[in-house]
């Protein structure tokens, strides 16, 4: 049998009356909303051009030539 509900003040709340007895051992599985896209957010496609050009940030100069060296601790050539 499948019951849902939600947590409210730190409490799991059952929709409905679902006629449990006090005291009964109860399993719950977590199933995360899926996200609401806001119209204001746009489209995916905006939201990943805003994150464009950013994953080098931090990285140094001899990123691109030395991978191996960052990535796995080989020597550099």
């Known amino acids: ?17 679902p006629g449990l007895p006090e005291g009964a051992f109860v399993s719950v599985e977590v199933s995360a909303p899926r996200p609401v896209c806001d119209e204001a957010d746009g ?26 060296h960052y990535l796995y601790g080989v020597a550099k050539r």
Do not use: F
């Open 1 to 17: 049998m499948v019951y849902h509900g939600k947590v409210s003040n730190g409490m799991i709340v059952l929709d409905g009356d």
């Open 43 to 68: 489209t995916l496609a905006e939201g990943l051009l805003k994150l464009a050009g950013s994953a080098g940030d931090g990285l140094p100069g001899d990123y691109s030539v030395q991978l191996d």
